[in-house]
Antibody, heavy 116, light 112 residues
Framework: VQLLESGGGLVQPGGSLRLSCTAS????????MSWVRQAPGKGLEWISG????????NYVDSVRGRFTISRDDLKNTVYLQMSSLRAEDTAVYFC??????????WGQGALVTVSA | DVAMTQAPHSLSVTPGQPASISCKSS???????????LYWYLQRPGQSPQLLIR???NRFSGVSDRFSGSGSGTDFTLKISRVEAEDVGVYYC?????????FGQGTRLEIK
């Protein structure tokens, strides 16, 4: 299993950014996928999950309405569209396989820095 | 949200000695399917987290048998029978009985 995040970078407060996570080594379409973030020097925060077979998505309150998770099963890719970004969204964003029970494989992470 | 509280915040262990980390949840982690949704992760320095234990006590693929998990309801424990240098990092418990999925604040293990 491999998960490769991309799309991180520096963005101004109020701006937008889209993260991508391309998966390989498993049947992507049959698994939930999640995004978990880690602010500098802090712990882990699950922020969103998307389920297989049109099972919908979930968000933590702090990002609901600003972030949107989506997936393209033909491209084996999960996305996180982030808008109205705030300084407190600065973090490493990990893509992880799973989200209904446990997260069994994680990517190496993409750094998002929100700063003027 | 389900609050997860770990103790201690950090521990320093001599190689070959045991270590134990506690995790307490603010509500029962027993799911309606009869499984308890408690998981343990290790994040080594500079790396992404890796799954160690699933559903309280089941070691994930490739995880050393030095690691064991126990507990029920709201109280859980991760034990390392003989600490090795490669065990250094931050340990997190995680629950998925209810959304949002939540993690403990982490326990940092260092080698003496």
């Amino acid at each position: 299993v491999q998960l490769l995040e991309s799309g991180g970078g520096l963005v101004q407060p109020g701006g937008s950014l889209r993260l991508s996570c391309t998966a390989s080594g498993f049947t992507f379409s049959t698994f939930a996928m999640s995004w978990v973030r880690q602010a500098p020097g802090k712990g882990l925060e699950w922020i969103s999950g998307i389920y297989s077979d049109g099972g919908g998505a979930n968000y933590v309150d702090s990002v609901r309405g600003r972030f949107t998770i989506s997936r393209d099963d033909l491209k084996n890719t999960v996305y996180l569209q982030m808008s109205s970004l705030r300084a407190e969204d600065t973090a490493v964003y990990f893509c992880a396989k799973g989200g209904k029970k446990f997260l069994d494989y994680w990517g190496q992470g993409a750094l998002v820095t929100v700063s003027a | 949200d389900v609050a997860m509280t770990q103790a201690p915040h950090s521990l320093s262990v001599t190689p070959g000695q045991p270590a134990s980390i506690s995790c307490k949840s603010s509500q029962s982690l027993l799911y309606r399917d009869g499984m308890t949704r408690l998981y343990w992760y290790l994040q080594r320095p500079g790396q992404s987290p890796q799954l160690l234990i699933r559903e309280v006590s089941n070691r994930f693929s490739g995880v050393s048998d030095r690691f064991s998990g126990s507990g029920s309801g709201t109280d859980f424990t991760l034990k390392i029978s003989r600490v090795e240098a490669e065990d250094v990092g931050v340990y997190y418990c995680m629950q998925s009985v209810q959304f949002p999925i939540t993690f403990g604040q982490g326990t940092r293990l260092e080698i003496k």
